[in-house]
């Protein structure tokens, strides 16, 4: 006796679905065009729809060791480093937070929030934007 159609795809909808939930990770977007729009969906609204390779780096456990961790890791899941790395690598560091204040102003915080921000970046060592990247983003990646 054979199986009814609806019942065929009941059990292969059952059958993705636990495929699913064994293997939930997405594909990491590879496409400069689609990570470019990624990372700009993360910035403005904190929105994540895709993988990037650059969700790989992040290392929850270090970034708990730290008091601020949950400010910080909501910057590290907004690409706030990534952005400020993108720019550093366009321009030399003058030493100053311009760049960093520039994103957070494109991230939408309003001053009183990026002043807090600031503050807990400069008590973290990030005096400068590329202090930031060297000393606070560090706390967040690798082992």
Known sequence: MSLG??????QRDK???LREQ???EKEVLK???LIREEVKRRLV????????????????????????????ILLFKRMFF???NEKLSAFEC???????EQILTQMQFSRGKMNEILEVLKK???????EIIFKVESQLIGK
């Open 5 to 10: 159609n609806g019942k065929r795809t009941a």
């Open 15 to 17: 059958r993705q679905e």
């Open 22 to 24: 064994l293997n939930p």
């Open 31 to 33: 496409d400069k065009k």
């Open 45 to 72: 609204s904190g929105i994540e729809t895709m993988p990037l390779g650059y969700d790989s780096i992040f290392n929850e456990e270090k970034a708990r060791l730290n008091k601020d961790s949950d400010l910080l």
């Open 82 to 84: 990534y952005r400020l």
């Open 94 to 100: 003058d030493h100053t937070v311009h760049l960093s």
């Open 124 to 130: 973290n060592g990030g005096d400068c934007d590329c």
